[in-house]
């Protein structure tokens, strides 16, 4: 297998100047995209075959802190050239997370004022960070979860139509298209062309769909694989239980090689092994994105698999993802391997 | 005692759709126990399989987190209010 350099790093999508890096920018819009691939080394020992690599695509480099930056920017982009989005209007959208995150800092970057919908439960670091960036937050009935803040967005687009732009992330193919466009051709450059399997949290899908379309057209026989909460109940922050969910227009299940289920409560302790073992603080959707790619390593022989950590786990200091953590130990991942092998053996 | 508890969406699929149900019990744990009775399936998604609150799931009694009470040994009395909320709001 070729050498996945350093200097493989420095040219994502040489045809396209955009995605080169930049030392000096004139907007944060510049600055979104070019996250490194980190190997995942000490996590996975001897629990991987020696001929399987597992890298991990760092979102929480982006400026904004997550991937949503990607879709974020895509999304105004689209709507500005297309005349919907224009001096006067205000940006709104409901989101729990990530991409309110993204759109207040755009919307502050390119100066259109932005009004976010959400459960009353999102984290104190999370409302902090989207009304630092001088957007204003509704707050909907925490019980009701996304659906609550879905109707609600609804009501206050319905009560001044006109006024508002949505991205409407679930159902704007723009977001995905910003996977196409730079996801999946700097993952296709950081690895020499060497992946084999494309692995992402399935929350809008945005990511998974366009980053796996494109990576697709480069080598038909990468395999995609999507990774979904076990369980409508679940604790995995930005992630959808399809089956128990509004689907998202833009999740074409078809293009996909495989859906893999995960549990809450082994995910977070995947956020503990990198921590203590990788020097990696990730949120817990990246947890559960090692968590598939482990599974998929113990049935292969060699490969190269690519995942998404879409955040930092920074701005999950306050939520309920660090109860327990002390109790954990690094030796405790085999148990957790042990245990997530048979239940899975078990469902199929 | 008979307590009201305020379901949230994922967990109505055991209540058939109803978003608030009463239940009886004398402490948190005991009132869970009551509603696996009235809707199986409910406390498996409460509750590990040491019995203990599982990390993403809040219970409130009275608008307080059961974890900075008594946790489930949280004392209930008639007419109390218990809310289970998801410890995300789901979404992105």
Redesign the interface.
Not at chain 2, 85 to 92: C, D, K, S, Y
């Given at each position: 297998m070729a050498t996945i350099s350093q200097s493989s790093l420095q040219s994502p999508a040489d045809a396209n100047s955009e995605f080169v890096p930049t030392s000096r920018a004139v907007s944060v819009l510049e600055l979104i995209g070019n996250t490194p691939l980190l190997e995942i080394k000490r996590a996975t020992r001897g629990l991987i075959p020696p001929g399987v690599r597992i890298f991990a695509k760092l979102e929480g480099f982006n400026p904004g802190g997550s991937v949503?930056d990607r879709a974020a920017r895509k999304m105004l982009e689209v709507g500005i050239r297309d005349g919907k989005l224009k001096p006067g209007k205000v940006i709104i959208d409901?989101?729990?997370?990530?991409?309110g995150i993204a759109l207040a800092m755009l919307g502050s970057a390119l100066g259109y004022p932005v009004e976010l919908v959400?459960?009353e439960?999102?984290s104190r670091e999370r409302k902090k960070i989207i009304q630092a960036f001088g957007a204003k937050i509704h707050f909907s009935d925490?019980?009701?979860?996304?659906?609550g803040?879905i109707i609600k967005c609804r009501q206050i687009i319905a009560a001044e139509p006109g006024r508002y732009f949505k991205p409407d992330?679930y159902n704007n193919e723009a977001n995905a298209l910003a996977h196409f466009e730079t996801t999946g051709p700097e993952i296709w450059h950081q690895t020499g062309g060497q992946v084999t399997h494309f692995i992402a949290c399935i929350?809008?899908s945005g990511t998974v769909m366009g980053t796996g379309r494109y990576l697709k057209t480069q080598n038909p026989a990468v395999k995609v694989i999507g990774v979904e909460p076990d369980?409508?109940?679940?604790?995995?922050?930005?992630l959808?239980?399809i089956a128990?969910s509004i689907v998202p227009a833009i999740f074409h299940e078809e293009q996909l090689d495989e859906v893999m289920f995960v549990g809450?409560?082994e995910s977070?302790d995947m956020v503990y092994v990198l921590g203590q073992t990788e020097g990696v603080l990730v949120g817990q959707s990246s947890g559960a994105a090692l968590l598939a790619a482990l599974r998929v390593a113990q049935t292969i022989r060699e490969g190269t698999i690519v995942i998404i950590f879409p955040d930092f786990g920074d701005r999950y200091l306050s939520?309920?993802?660090w109860?327990?953590w002390r109790e954990w130990r690094p030796e405790k991942l085999e148990q957790v391997m042990s245990k997530w092998n048979a239940s899975t053996n078990a469902t199929t | 005692m008979a307590v009201r508890v305020?379901?949230?969406?994922?967990?109505r699929?055991f209540t058939a759709g109803v978003?608030e149900v009463p239940a009886d019990g004398v402490s948190v744990k005991t009132v869970i126990e009551d509603l696996e009775r009235r809707h199986p399936g409910i406390s498996e998604?409460l509750l590990?399989e040491k019995g203990d609150l599982?990390?993403?799931?809040?219970i409130y009694l009275n608008g307080d987190d059961i974890?900075f009470l008594d946790a489930l040994n949280s004392k209930v009395k008639d007419g109390d209010d218990i809310?289970i909320?998801?410890?995300?709001?789901?979404?992105?």
């Open positions: 949503k409901s989101t729990s997370g990530n991409t959400m459960a439960n999102v925490p019980l009701e979860s996304s659906d803040a992330q929350g809008t369980d409508a109940m679940h604790g995995l922050e930005g959808k239980h128990s809450t409560e977070y939520t309920n993802l109860i327990g | 305020r379901v949230p969406t994922p967990l699929r978003d998604r590990d599982r990390r993403f799931v809040n974890r809310s909320v998801p410890a995300i709001a789901g979404g992105r």
